[in-house]
Nanobody, 122 residues
Framework: QIKLRESEGGSVEAGGSLRLSCTVQGVSNPYVLAWFRQIPGHGREGIAAIYPVVPSTYYADSVKDRFTISKDNTNLILQMDNLKPEDTGTYFC??????????????????WGQGTQVTVSS
């Protein structure tokens, strides 16, 4: 059974940093992994994705050069730097065991974590 669980989020001031991790269980080498976020009043947005085998990474323009996605043996990581108040939202990790593209499309991912809250104050 595939399970994903995000680490606890947090609250920071603008300009600060947070690191999110997502523990992946039940699949050894997922083809693509991603982070999404949902801001109140908006749909779920794909912000970063990684194909570990290639390897290659993809970022939404809203987070490019501020966020970094990476993967170690069992964890998907999202390092978030220079955070802004508009980054506030619920963050979700997602995986797909086999091929799918484009990698920031919500419909690519059948497996999701429960979400974790990130709050950035001005």
């Amino acid at each position: 059974q595939i399970k994903l669980r995000e680490s606890e989020g947090g609250s920071v001031e603008a300009g600060g940093s947070l690191r999110l991790s997502c523990t992946v269980q039940g699949v050894s080498n997922p083809y693509v992994l991603a982070w999404f976020r949902q801001i109140p009043g908006h749909g779920r947005e794909g912000i970063a994705a990684i194909y570990p085998v290639v390897p290659s990474t993809y970022y939404a323009d809203s987070v490019k050069d501020r966020f970094t996605i990476s993967k170690d043996n069992t964890n998907l990581i999202l390092q978030m730097d220079n955070l802004k108040p508009e980054d506030t939202g619920t963050y979700f990790c997602a995986i797909r065991p086999d091929h799918c593209a484009p990698p920031l499309r919500q419909g690519c991912y059948p497996y999701w974590g429960q979400g974790t809250q990130v709050t950035v104050s001005s």
